[in-house]
């Protein structure tokens, strides 16, 4: 089968399971010149009459400084498709990198400051064009690789969403080339005569990156079906079962609480407090147990890193400092600066007590560290 059905596909499926496209969506689509890049500009220009959705592309390369960089020849094939690559210019990019790379005593450019520059010049380039979507050709093999990458040197289960909106650019970046292998994509570039280009970066197959390519390639030469798994990996919710699922923090010799994650839990809830407003992806759900027997529930959500206590119920009121002590303990002791608010239904007395400062109505705001709320806790009681 010719590539360009198999990738049409995947972008179609993306499409449905991702909600990327959508009529008069303009689209600023990143362009390096490479490979990715240019089979995604090739591919959406065909998916818009395949999907008869009415979107807008915006192509748009970035000078960044290097050496020897041309754009006529992409400009050129990008004109035989009906679009006009826009270029930024950005040549102050590559010094600020060498800069920062004898700064740090590197030996390669920084790639993570380059690439976080990258995606603000882009976004910066779309609102210029009056886009509302920005896209870049990343695909199956980098999401694959930059969830090795995070685990090796992040320490943490995570990889580049297909979808996210940038609250802070008020703009929505899309990747429509997530379930497509790189291998496709070298078959589409070499079966529809793509033209490519470097981007002469320096760092050029002298990555991390590229490290964990050659031990992807390895591997999946080795073990045929970890390439496909490990992408039924990122979309196996069900399946999913990590330490972090099985927390059971103690409060005391019999209180514990646990964080819920299945939705049978979240029925139970309604026995005991109005949770139909909070049932869903930005409350943290906490449940309290004395032996082993639910006698409390706690409800939060953050925002940024401002924390809101948004529903408790508690059986035993005098369980409400160890509560909310260690929660507020946990949740500073990983992402302190944050700010602390406890909504104020059913536990002023016990607020009051403790001292939490009224910002409201509904909400008292934490104004100590958890040192010293835990000093104030002792000498109440």
């Not at 689509?29 to 959406?44: F, N, V």
């Not at 064009?129 to 050709?137: H, R």
């Not at 994509?185 to 005569?193: A, G, H, Q």
Request: glycine content about 4%.
């Amino acid at each position: 089968m010719e590539a360009i059905r198999i990738i049409l596909a995947c972008i179609k499926k993306a499409d449905c399971d991702f909600n990327l496209f959508n009529s008069n969506d303009r689209i600023a689509l990143g362009i390096s010149g490479g490979k990715d890049s240019m089979a995604l500009l090739y591919a959406l220009s065909l998916y818009k009459k395949f999907a008869n959705i009415n979107f807008k592309l915006f192509p748009i390369i970035i000078d960044l400084g290097f050496d020897n960089f041309d754009a006529t020849p992409i400009k050129n094939y990008v004109a035989s498709l009906g679009f006009d690559l826009k270029i930024a210019d950005e040549r102050s990019v590559y010094q600020i990198l060498k800069i920062q790379k004898d700064k740090q005593n590197l030996t390669k450019l920084p790639c993570s400051i380059c690439s976080r520059m990258k995606k603000a010049i882009i976004n910066k380039e779309a609102h210029k064009y009056n886009c509302n979507k920005v896209s870049f050709a990343h695909h199956k093999s980098d999401a694959i690789e930059t969830l090795f990458l995070n685990s090796i040197y992040g320490g943490r289960l995570a990889t580049f969403s297909p979808k996210m909106f940038l609250t802070n650019e008020k703009i929505t970046f899309i990747r429509p080339l997530v379930y497509i292998d790189e291998n496709d994509i070298k078959r589409l570039i070499k079966e529809k005569n793509i033209p490519t280009f470097s981007s002469n970066c320096p760092n050029d197959g002298k990555t991390k990156r590229q490290d964990i390519k050659n031990i992807l390639a390895s591997l999946n030469k080795e073990y045929e079906e970890s390439k496909d798994n490990f992408l039924t990996m990122l979309l196996n919710k069900e399946k999913e079962d990590l330490f972090y699922m099985h927390y059971e923090f103690k409060l005391d010799n019999d209180l514990y609480y646990k964080e819920i994650f299945d939705i049978p839990s979240f029925i139970i809830e309604k026995k005991y407090i109005k949770t139909s407003d909070r049932i869903n992806s930005i409350s943290h759900h906490l449940h309290i147990y004395k032996k082993d027997k639910l006698v409390g529930i706690l409800l939060y959500h953050n925002v940024h890193k401002s924390y809101y206590v948004t529903n408790l119920y508690l059986k035993d009121k005098t369980y409400f400092s160890f509560v909310i002590l260690e929660v507020y303990k946990r949740i500073y002791s990983r992402f302190n600066p944050i700010e602390f608010y406890i909504s104020g239904q059913g536990f002023k007395q016990e607020i009051a007590t403790l001292g939490f400062k009224k910002v409201d109505k509904n909400y008292y705001k934490i104004i100590e560290n958890p040192v010293k709320l835990e000093l104030k806790i002792k000498k109440s009681n």
